[in-house]
T-cell receptor, first 111, second 113 residues
Framework: KQEVTQIPAALSVPEGENLVLNCSFTDSAIYNLQWFRQDPGKGLTSLLLIQSSQREQTSGRLNASLDKSSGRSTLYIAASQPGDSATYLCAVTKNDYKLSFGAGTTVTVRA | DGGITQSPKYLFRKEGQNVTLSCEQNLNHDAMYWYRQDPGQGLRLIYYSQIVNDFQKGDIAEGYSVSREKKESFPLTVTSAQKNPTAFYLC????????????FGPGTRLTVT
């Protein structure tokens, strides 16, 4: 069974600092990996999707890397802003196209 | 606007009652999914459907039922057999386009007392 772990569970940084969020998974036979953002009481917003054949994806201030062989992904958020405060979830898909989620990292960006 | 709608946003029920949560999408996606989220835990898959009139159990299907009579709709019924139904329920959909990126609705918070 795929296990997905996100460390740390919570993170607090001053505005302007770069954020580094980690995700690890036990089974490297994945189809893709998605990073999501969740605001309190809301649904999930898809941030980035990395196919298993890719090493990274970028969107604006966000960059996600994937090292499938070691079972790791990292989400980088450059020059953090208070509006980046949220919970960030990673999830992996195998060939059955079902997502397995980590428990998330809750980020607080202090103004 | 294309997207996924879930209704209602909040739902309150007495123990022993069945309740149905609505999920509708206008993204023309083939696959739809139901997840449950509990505080401090990752999302867990309840049921999923890849085509109309077909669906499969996820990791925690006991006490739940679904139907997929239309491509746009995937309602979830929480039955009285579900032991701990109070949770945040999220619906998602994805296209069969090689990416299978999942998009989520705003969620329904169910409270059973």
């Amino acid at each position: 069974k795929q296990e997905v772990t996100q460390i740390p569970a919570a993170l607090s940084v001053p505005e302007g600092e770069n954020l580094v969020l980690n995700c690890s998974f036990t089974d490297s036979a994945i189809y893709n990996l998605q990073w999501f953002r969740q605001d309190p009481g809301k649904g999930l917003t898809s941030l980035l999707l990395i196919q298993s054949s890719q090493r990274e994806q970028t969107s604006g201030r966000l960059n996600a890397s994937l090292d499938k062989s070691s079972g790791r992904s990292t989400l980088y958020i450059a020059a953090s802003q208070p509006g980046d405060s949220a919970t960030y979830l990673c999830a992996v898909t195998k060939n059955d196209y079902k997502l397995s989620f980590g428990a998330g990292t809750t980020v607080t960006v202090r103004a | 606007d294309g997207g996924i709608t879930q209704s209602p946003k909040y739902l309150f029920r007495k123990e022993g009652q069945n309740v149905t949560l609505s999920c509708e999408q206008n993204l023309n996606h083939d696959a739809m999914y139901w997840y449950r989220q509990d505080p401090g835990q990752g999302l867990r898959l309840i049921y999923y459907s890849q085509i109309v009139n077909d669906f499969q159990k996820g990791d925690i299907a006991e006490g739940y039922s679904v139907s997929r009579e239309k491509k746009e709709s995937f309602p979830l019924t929480v039955t009285s057999a579900q032991k701990n139904p109070t949770a945040f329920y999220l619906c998602a959909s994805s296209a069969w386009d090689g990416r299978y990126e999942q998009y989520f609705g705003p969620g329904t918070r169910l409270t059973v007392t």
